[in-house]
């Protein structure tokens, strides 16, 4: 019996066995946000947030009015086309820290006609919806 257990494990781990899907993490949600491996990090709400776009940087930002969470990312190129790779420095807090991660490879899922833009992660399982303005 054990052998056939973990032959089928083998089996799940060789035919791309997720443990984070973009579908459930990322392209189900509406709202500005920011998710990491299935966690929620940070996500928009109008009456205390603030958003801002810097397009010479292509630097997006998004942080409460207090500063206690914010996110900010900064792409190399803007995002505009879905299905277009690019590389982006993301920074972050949570839980009285600040995290930094460099030289990350988004992919664009989505955009659509009011500025949002789906960005996926898939190395880090990282999730985030940005809006251009």
Known sequence: MS????????????TGCRLYDVD??????????LTI??????VYEPETF???YNDRK???RVFEDDLGNWFT???RER???EGQTLKADLKWTGSNTTST????TFSVERTDADGYVWMWCEDEAIGIIVREF
Do not use: A
């Open 3 to 14: 052998k056939f257990l973990f032959f089928t494990i083998m089996m799940l781990c060789l």
């Open 24 to 33: 459930e993490i990322l392209l189900q949600r509406q709202e500005i946000s």
């Open 37 to 42: 491996k299935g966690k929620e990090i940070l």
């Open 50 to 52: 603030q958003t801002g």
């Open 58 to 60: 292509n630097e997006f």
């Open 73 to 75: 990312l900064t792409c």
């Open 79 to 81: 995002p505009s086309t």
């Open 101 to 104: 991660r460099t030289n990350l």
